[in-house]
């Protein structure tokens, strides 16, 4: 059995994202200044947060941002970056390099939320759900090869009321993950961590939570704890810490 944290971060702002742009795939833009500054905040504001594990999206904008991170990190030298495709945005098909705005209003003549909309050519919330699992699979893996170890003393679910500050809930877990993604990617992944494992929200968080858009640089946090069989690895337990912090910007 093994417990860790996973801490996902979406990347800091493009200027794409500034002029209201849809980016998805396609467009594979850097942050701007204001994206390089919140990449430096919450670089900042985890510098010490422990971690033992890293992994990140295979798009520049994701790649900026977590190698910024990883500069001011106390515990970081030295850790591989995974870099993993199946991190990457979501494909907006044929809107992509177009405004949101018009993405929004295909939705609204569709009868469709624009958020949950696929344009034409577009990757489907489904396709993303399969996308954010077979992640998933990997990090499990990945953290069971890396840190569980035979004979190892079982932890259990940390549990405690939140304090305010960057290592809430991952003071006591023996390995933590740092996670840097995309805004839609991250929103369809909180649902599927909710809605399809049936994660717990605290006190205080509801659906609009988790429904709503991460911002740039937006942090959540969850609890995972696994075991391993023969049937392989499998999900015990998992909690919520938090979703869409987002006091360093």
Same mark, same amino acid.
């Given at each position: 059995m093994l417990t860790f944290g996973i801490t996902? &971060?979406?990347?800091?702002?493009?200027?794409?994202?500034?002029?209201?742009?849809?980016?998805?795939?396609?467009?594979?833009?850097? $942050?701007?200044?204001?994206? %390089?500054?919140?990449a430096e905040a919450a670089g900042k504001y985890l510098k010490d947060v422990k971690f033992t594990n890293v992994f990140v999206s295979d798009m520049a904008r994701a790649r900026q941002t977590c190698e910024t991170i990883v500069k001011h990190n106390s515990s970081c030298s030295g850790l591989e970056i995974v870099t993993d495709p199946s991190l990457k945005e979501r494909s907006f098909g044929s809107a992509e390099g177009g405004l949101v705005v018009d993405m929004k209003n295909m939705a609204t003549a569709a009868g469709q939320s624009w958020l949950d909309f696929t344009p034409p050519g577009g990757e489907t919330i489904e396709q993303?759900? %399969?996308?954010?699992?077979?992640? $998933?699979?990997? $990090?499990?893996?990945?953290m069971v090869a890396d840190h569980c170890r035979p004979g190892q003393r079982e932890t259990g679910m940390p549990e405690g009321a939140l304090a305010g500050k960057p290592d809430d809930g991952t003071r006591d877990v023996p390995a933590h993950a740092l996670v840097v993604s995309h805004g839609a990617l991250i929103r369809v992944a909180m649902r599927y961590l &909710?809605?399809?494992?049936? =994660?717990? $929200?605290p006190q205080?968080?509801? %659906?609009?939570? &988790?429904?709503?858009? =991460?911002?740039n640089t937006g942090i959540c946090r969850f609890i995972f704890t696994v075991t391993k069989g023969d049937a392989g690895i499998t999900l015990s337990a998992i909690r919520c810490v938090f979703i869409n912090r987002c006091e360093h910007i």
């Open positions: 996902i &971060v979406r990347h800091g702002e493009t200027e794409w994202n500034k002029k209201g742009l849809l980016q998805g795939q396609a467009i594979d833009s850097s $942050l701007s200044d204001i994206g %390089m500054q919140q993303m759900k %399969m996308r954010i699992k077979e992640f $998933l699979e990997h $990090l499990f893996q990945r &909710v809605d399809e494992l049936k =994660c717990p $929200l205080g968080l509801d %659906m609009s939570h &988790v429904i709503a858009l =991460c911002p």
